[in-house]
């Protein structure tokens, strides 16, 4: 009897805990219908037809070069009349990924290794040698010290400095520009391509390009998108940039290619689609340090073997070419990974069906009684055992 009661028991413990009974409404099914139709549409719409996600993809490698070409004349009472070609102000003749055309510039002639009066500011003006510190030397000296004071002009005194003489005054930049010129030079842009996934490869030169075109054929947006032969003036105004308030200082520009290929369509689709931008910051309100510029000297020694320089100090237009792109085409594996993705998400519908219904929505509660039955517990007494 005892083994008999035991094994009664046993049995009735099986029906201890609550019993949990799931009721469906109609309305709980239209939400669960219209989560998993939205799921099926960003799996087809945006996985497969935007993202193409039915696609192996690479990222592009690139080589770039540059050939700028533009003569222009200028006549100041400094240099008197005087042509200025590409080997004049494009500096260096040769750049990784970019160039760089002068257009502005402060002349410093006839330099050589003397003795004369530096700069007047603040710590450089003086009235008498006790001012002047022999060997002294700042960030911002033309040269070192010689302990003497003497006189910058007729009203001002400064400190003696052995430096390259007479030093740089660059205090007061030209505008307009120097060469205004450059705004019709223009830069031809070479540049070659390779997906290595694909052993894709092709140059923004495309192939029903002929030599009398190339020639002739200036970068247009609308008329000649794909002509690789760029006006610098157009490159900056293109970018909501005045092209002769930039010259007088500098600036930096962006030359963006964008090769976005989808090579399970012909290979004359794959082609480059070109963007502008300035990429220096132009603030009106913080004009510490504007635009670009560098300088250069170029040297001679003369017969009795004094060296002598022109210093130069560049203003001018840096172009940045950046080529970036993504090229996919067609691969199973990635298909069925994404396929396999996407029906693992409806089985999430339910999951978020019941989250809005029972959490999100006004009438939670009744949804929660009708969606969950609780049956109360009961315990067999002994006696009816």
Not at 89 to 105: H, L, R
């Amino acid at each position: 009897m005892a083994a008999c009661c035991g094994a009664v028991r046993g049995f009735l413990f099986e029906y201890d805990t609550p019993r949990i009974v799931l009721i469906r409404s109609r309305k709980v099914g239209l939400i669960n219908r219209a989560v998993q139709l939205a799921i099926l549409a960003y799996v087809i719409g945006w996985v497969f037809l935007w993202e193409k996600g039915y696609q192996e993809t690479d990222s592009v490698v690139s080589s770039v070069t540059t050939k700028v070409k533009g003569v222009t004349m200028t006549n100041t009472s400094a240099l008197g009349s005087r042509i200025w070609d590409v080997a004049d102000y494009v500096i260096p003749p040769q750049e990784k990924n970019a160039v760089f055309v002068m257009t502005n510039m402060i002349f410093t002639l006839n330099q050589s290794q003397s003795h004369c009066p530096e700069l007047p500011d603040d710590n450089t003006e003086c009235n008498n040698n006790s001012s002047c510190v022999p060997g002294y030397v700042s960030t911002h000296s033309n040269g070192i010290q010689t302990g003497a004071c003497i006189p910058y002009n007729s009203s001002i005194k400064t400190c003696e400095v052995f430096a390259w003489c007479p030093v740089e005054d660059d205090y007061h930049i030209p505008n307009p520009a120097f060469l205004q010129g450059a705004e019709n030079f223009t830069i031809l842009v070479k540049n070659n391509i390779w997906y290595p996934k694909f052993n894709f490869s092709k140059r923004n030169i495309l192939p029903t390009f002929s030599s009398s075109y190339l020639k002739n054929c200036i970068h247009d947006a609308q008329t000649d998108p794909f002509c690789p032969i760029f006006r610098l003036g157009k490159i900056v105004e293109a970018a909501g940039q005045n092209f002769q308030e930039m010259a007088v200082e500098g600036g930096v520009m962006g030359l963006q290619i964008n090769w976005d290929c989808n090579l399970d369509r012909a290979a004359s689709h794959c082609v480059p689609k070109y963007s502008f931008r300035r990429l220096d910051n132009k603030d009106s309100a913080n004009t510490i340090s504007p635009g670009y510029n560098f300088r250069f000297a170029k040297y001679y020694k003369d017969s009795s073997g004094i060296e002598t320089r022109t210093l130069i100090k560049a203003y001018g237009i840096r172009l940045d070419i950046i080529v970036f792109g993504k090229a996919g085409k067609f691969d199973v594996i990635p298909t069925m990974i994404n396929i396999g993705s996407g029906l693992a998400l409806f089985g999430v519908a339910t999951v978020l069906c019941d989250i809005v219904v029972l959490y999100c929505m006004k009438k939670r509660y009744f949804y929660r009684e009708k969606k969950y039955k609780y049956v109360e517990d009961y315990e067999l007494g002994t006696s009816e055992t």
